[in-house]
Each structure stands twice: as C-alpha cells, then as structure tokens.
C-alpha cells in the first residue's frame, strides 16, 4: 500500500460545480496535512493546510478523519482558474519534516 | 517579498556534461530541499538538508550530489546526466515551528539532457 494515495482523476467538473477530493495516508501517526496546488508546468504551491478541526478558506474546506485516515479537499464554486493538480501531502510521525507527496488529483473546470 | 529562488529556470546539458542547479531563499527556514519531478508524477525527494547536516534518500543515485555553502544556498549537482534525468527540479525550504513544516517551492529549473 503507498504512503498518500489519491485518485488521479481527471476531475471535469463544470463551473459552479462543487467538487472534493480525498486522499488516504498509511502513517497513523501522522501529525501535519496540508494541500498544495500545481499548475502545469509550474512548482507546487501551498493551498492550505489540514488541521485536525478541519478549516476553511473562501470557497475551500478541507477536512482530516484520522479515524479513517484520511483528508479531504471540498471546493464550491469552482472556477476556471481552479483547474489544476491538488496534491496531498502528508508529514510523518513524531513532528518528522520529510513529506510524502500523493500524486496528485488533476481538476478540469470547464465553461 | 521573501522567497525561494532557483537558477537556472532552464538547462540544456549534453548527456555526460556536469550540470550544477542553484537555489537561493530569503526566507531563513533551516531546511532546504531538493525534488526531481517527472511529467504526471509525483515530487520525488531526492535530499534535504536540516541546518548543516546531509540527508541522503536511500534511492537518490550517487551521481546527484548536493552542497550548502550557507544557510541561504543550496546547490544541486548531476554529476553525469543522463536522458533519464532530464526532469524538473525543485527546490523548497521550511522551518522547524509552529506550521509543521509548510513547504514553499522555487519556480523549479527544467533540465533538458541531449
């Protein structure tokens, strides 16, 4: 089983729409979540992180269910310029700064 | 503004040609790091260094070496590249604190090997 698994998709949402993406980790003590988005061809940029109450910027949620280990991204509204790769990210156990990247969710939002 | 810097943003070298990629940051994190990304994958950690000290992924080949002179660089080096190493390379840093290791990224350098 890989580390951080997500779904590749391609999601092809409309604008509008409300899409979310999950992600699963097997590190049950992981401690630190976060979501990054990357544009192609571009580096990735930090979109948020996961917090364990779960937190909300504008039109995103995310969410972490450490029960099921698992984190969650919910956009609203989707955007034109929504469309991107959303990588999950998830720190190890005990506070440890190396990251492990899914491979990313690719979103299409299209008019 | 604080940031991340890598030079160059593109690289052409010849197969078996030393390359070295260069990553600058201003933003005084103790922890800098190198990827390799390859089309529709994933961000590979190739190494990182916390402070001063080197820490090797146990699969980063031996022909990737790195340096750094100083808190604020972080040199990449290829010692001999070949066709499968052409990739983009990224660059980021963190800080050891109280966002649990945010990462910010350099805008990458894309090394083409001919």
């Known amino acids: 089983r890989k580390e951080v698994e997500q779904d590749p998709g391609p999601f092809n949402v409309p604008e509008g729409a409300t899409v979310a993406f999950n992600c699963t980790y097997s590190n049950s003590a992981s401690q630190s979540f976060f979501w990054y988005r990357q544009d192609c061809r571009k580096e990735p940029k930090l979109l948020m992180s996961v917090y364990s109450s779960g937190n909300e910027d504008g039109r995103f949620t995310a969410q972490l269910n450490r029960a099921s280990q698992y984190i969650s991204l919910l956009i609203r509204d989707s955007k034109l310029s929504d469309s991107a790769t959303y990588l999950c990210?998830?720190?190890?156990?005990?506070?440890?700064?190396?990251?492990?990247f899914g491979r990313g969710t690719s979103l299409i939002v299209h008019p | 503004d604080a940031m991340v810097i890598q030079n160059p943003r593109y690289q052409v070298t010849q197969f078996g040609k030393p390359v070295t990629l260069s990553c600058s940051q201003t933003?005084?994190?103790?922890?800098m790091y190198w990827y390799q990304q390859k089309s529709s994958q994933a961000p590979k950690l190739l190494f990182h260094y916390y402070d001063k000290d080197f820490n090797n992924e146990a699969d980063t080949p031996d022909n990737f070496q790195s340096r750094r002179p100083n808190t604020s660089f972080c040199f990449l080096d290829i010692r001999s590249p070949g066709l499968g190493d052409a990739a983009m390379y990224l660059c980021a840093t963190s800080r050891e604190g109280d966002r649990k290791y945010e990462q910010y990224f350099g805008p990458g350098t894309r090394l083409t090997v001919t």
């Open positions: 933003l005084n994190h103790n922890v």
């Open positions: 990210v998830v720190n190890g156990a005990g506070g440890s700064y190396i990251p492990t």
